[in-house]
């Protein structure tokens, strides 16, 4: 009698189960704030002075006094003119200062008015204002983007520009991060060949390009991992075990495709539990049924589908937040949005299911029209995917969740 057939996982229990594995590397380094872009902060940047340092303009114009502007077309004497970078003498009662974007406001000046609204008088010497200031118009407060002692970036944020900019803003030139994830990556296949070996016209019976190779390394890279790409392994056994082996010496993660499936050529069961030991086996989605966690040794595995969109989706469902919580990173949760439906998805599965979908110019959800998991043209023309629970079905209209590729592969 056969042994009954372990029952899938659900994808929520799988990942919460992956997570729990995924312990932050301890290993950090301190890089240039220039290079910084796309690491997880290993510590907490905090700023040792007010961003501004002190108050300023925002417009060039002129800084006055508001009680001397009671009316508008007052006429002021100009007693100084302040460029950024440079400082001003206290502001003259009964005067206005020439004043420029990014400068500082002289003490005693309580308004600055853009110079669009005002008529340079008497050769510069003196100013028309036309309009009555407010108290505080156009003054940038010292402080008010960042105060001294408050924490700007935080210990497990992934940086980027916009982040690089405000630890810059605060002085730092070096940045103190988690290393980068090192990550072996290979295929398995015996019908798998690398586009530029083979003429398409040459191609034997059979044969495929592997796909899979490329867009795994680059949302790798594009996680900021270190990758050593092992190529394909041939489908036997005794070349699997090798590849694991080998691959497990100095790398955090091996990430294979293929070989995941029941078939007699599929190796990487047999060849990671004689090496170390499978936690996860088959996954209630689809597509990506087909997938795999272990450890070799005290390395990470994770075995994808060799179907290309299959692998292409449970990488990002799956790998993509493993990766970001082993590298320290603090937000890993996917994020879905309300969405109208315009389309009709009357079959429902029994698995979960992730549609290939674009946004329309109506703001709705178009379907791409074959899902097959070979068909990798839909992950191109798609913009992202719709989330159905097992057994629904869609009818035009509905509201879906989505998960824009945007959120995804950044």
């Not at 508001?66 to 502001?91: E, H, K, T, Y």
């Not at 100013?127 to 105060?147: F, H, K, M, S, Y």
């Not at 944020?157 to 982040?163: K, V, W």
């Not at 070989?259 to 170390?276: F, M, R, T, Y």
Request: a neutral charge.
């Amino acid at each position: 009698m056969s042994t009954p057939r372990a029952p899938l996982r659900p994808l929520d229990e799988a990942l919460a189960e992956l997570m729990a594995r995924a312990r932050p590397l301890a290993d950090t380094e301190q890089v240039a704030t220039f290079d910084a872009d796309g690491r997880v902060l290993a510590q907490d940047v905090v700023s040792a002075l007010h961003v501004p340092p002190q108050d300023n303009s925002s417009m060039d114009g002129y800084a006055l006094r508001c009680a001397d502007v009671a009316r508008s077309g007052a006429v002021l004497p100009v007693s100084q003119r302040i460029a950024a970078g440079s400082s001003g003498a206290a502001l003259l009662p009964g005067t206005a200062a020439r004043i420029f974007t990014g400068a500082p406001v002289p003490s005693g000046a309580d308004a600055i008015v853009m110079q669009e609204d005002c008529d340079s008088v008497d050769d510069g010497h003196a100013v028309r204002v036309n309009t009555v200031p407010p108290l505080g118009q156009w003054i940038r407060r010292a402080g008010e983007d960042v105060t001294r002692g408050a924490v700007v970036l935080g210990q497990g944020e992934r940086l980027n520009p916009a982040s690089l900019g405000l630890a810059a803003s605060v002085g730092m030139a070096q940045l103190t991060v988690r290393r980068k994830l090192r990550v072996a990556l290979f295929s398995t296949g015996d019908e798998l060949v690398m586009p530029g070996d083979v003429a398409p016209q040459d191609m034997r019976q059979g044969a495929i390009y592997n796909s899979n190779r490329f867009f795994l390394r680059a949302l790798l890279l594009r996680l900021g991992c270190e990758v050593t790409d092992l190529g394909i392994v041939p489908d036997r056994l005794d070349a699997t075990v090798q590849a694991l082996r080998g691959a497990a010496q100095a790398h955090d993660l091996i990430l294979t495709s293929g070989g995941v499936s029941v078939g007699e050529e599929d190796h990487i069961k047999p060849a990671v539990q004689s090496l170390g030991e499978l936690n996860l086996w088959q996954i209630a989605i689809k597509p990506g049924k087909p997938f795999a966690y272990g450890q070799v040794g005290g390395t990470h595995f994770i075995g994808l589908p060799g179907n290309p969109v299959s692998s292409f989706v449970t990488f990002l469902l799956l790998v993509r937040p493993f990766l970001l919580q082993l590298s320290g990173c603090r937000e890993v949760a996917i994020k879905t949005i309300a969405v109208n439906a315009h389309f009709n998805w009357p079959k429902a599965d029994k698995r979960r299911e992730f549609l290939r979908v674009r946004r329309n110019a109506e703001g709705g959800l178009e379907l791409f029209g074959n899902q097959s998991s070979g068909v990798l043209t839909s992950a191109v023309w798609g913009d992202g995917l719709v989330d159905l629970a097992p057994g629904q079905t869609v009818a035009h209209g509905d509201v879906v969740r989505f998960i824009p590729f945007s959120e995804l592969m950044v």
